[in-house]
């Protein structure tokens, strides 16, 4: 398990009580962490082995997200609305796995125990902090997902309208709904197949909301990966699957004229699609430089996409980069190219791709002037932990 995210402030006396004692279990419980998950989690099952059931049957990959998802909310007890809007999604797309009031205090139960063992300065004063923070906690969640359900489903049921297979490892699926879904585009959503139940993988959407409200998702089989494997390989025109809930902040603010710089690495491109569509469909008209990063012609697969779009908006400016082979654009790294064709002072930043692109990108902008407040992205698996079995 990754350390949890921890508020940076620069003084510990900006903390309150509570997250000083918060924190300084956090970090005592880091070099452990693994064997702190693997408590947790036998700890749970052995007193309320009612909630395996809620776990998908493999959980090496995803075992720790639950605990890490804990961890991180509780680190940002001092920043009470990134807490808020960080457990009002998490508690959103828990829904989705049957998740009752009820079984939060067994959490807090398995949660108490497995810090205390592993902490190596618990205390009456550190137990009463995490006490109360988790009490607090988890009451958002409940209350949110209380509100979230008055007006949606725990999940949406989709059919698979379409399956295009671009490369051997990439397809390009389009789903219809059972029922409205609503979007923004460069938002993302969890998927789960009929052939793996309870296992959920993210992806993000590859087009805005469209009239007909067909969704559209870019798919990569990856080594030992059950939902995009099954995706790409498995799934046809018929087969139905279940989404859940929209989630992510990488959206365009329209109430700007900055311009737009955006990085796709792989099927990162997808988001950066929809992200195109949504300011083409609002007129803005705005600068809008695309980067597409691939490691070799072969994976720039929906690139003959991207270039029409820049035949019909001549705001957009569509750029491949290819760090390896002969190369049909750029022949460097996707940052470098960046870096080396700016300036991009005046832009809003979207990023998506690998955690590693995102990364150096973020790295990259900030080091050539561009504020933090103006990099958006959503790293779906690594740089944005869930909540629950994924």
Not at 118 to 125: E, K, P
Not at 296 to 309: A, G
Request: hydrophobic letters at 40%; one cysteine or more; charged letters at 20%.
């Amino acid at each position: 398990m990754d350390a949890p995210a921890t508020t940076q402030t620069g003084d510990e006396t900006l903390r309150s009580p509570d997250a000083t004692l918060i924190h300084r279990t956090l970090t005592e419980i880091a070099p452990v962490a693994d064997q702190a998950t693997s408590y947790f989690y036998a700890l749970l099952f052995v007193r309320h082995p009612e909630l395996r059931a809620l776990f998908p049957a493999a959980m090496d990959a995803q075992r720790d997200r639950l605990l890490r998802a804990i961890l991180t909310a509780a680190d940002r007890m001092d920043d009470p609305d990134a807490l808020t809007e960080y457990l009002g999604g998490l508690a959103r797309g828990h829904r989705k796995y049957g998740t009752l009031p009820t079984h939060y205090p067994a959490v807090g139960e398995a949660l108490l125990s497995a810090l205390s063992r592993y902490a190596t300065t618990w205390d009456g004063a550190a137990e009463a902090a995490w006490i109360r923070t988790y009490t607090a906690l988890s009451q958002i969640m409940i209350d949110a997902a209380a509100e979230d359900e008055e007006r949606a489903p725990a999940w949406w049921t989709a059919e698979v309208v379409s399956h295009d297979l671009r490369t051997p490892e990439i397809a390009i699926l389009t789903l219809r709904t059972d029922q409205a879904y609503p979007f923004l585009a460069g938002q993302y959503t969890a998927l789960e197949t009929p052939w793996w139940p309870r296992i959920w993988r993210h992806y993000s959407f590859a087009s805005a909301p469209r009239p007909n409200g067909l969704l559209t998702f870019h798919i990569k089989a990856v080594p030992a990966g059950w939902v995009s494997n099954a995706l790409v390989h498995r799934a046809r025109p018929g087969d139905v699957l279940r989404l859940g809930p929209p989630t992510g902040s990488m959206t365009v603010d329209h109430t700007t004229h900055n311009g737009l710089l955006c990085l796709g690495g792989g099927t990162g491109i997808a988001p950066i699609k929809a992200l195109v569509e949504d300011v083409a469909e609002h007129g803005d008209r705005r600068p809008m430089d695309v980067f597409y990063g691939a490691r070799s012609d072969r994976d720039l697969y929906d690139i003959d996409t991207m270039l029409r779009l820049q035949q019909t908006f001549p705001w957009l400016a569509v750029r491949p980069v290819v760090s390896g082979g002969s190369g049909r654009g750029l022949k460097r790294l996707l940052p470098d190219a960046v870096r080396e064709l700016g300036p991009w002072h005046e832009c809003d930043a979207y990023l998506s791709g690998p955690p590693g692109m995102i990364r150096s990108g973020v790295d990259v902008l900030t080091g050539i002037g561009m504020p933090p407040e103006r990099i958006r992205y959503d790293s779906v698996e690594e740089l944005a932990p869930t909540i629950g079995p994924a």
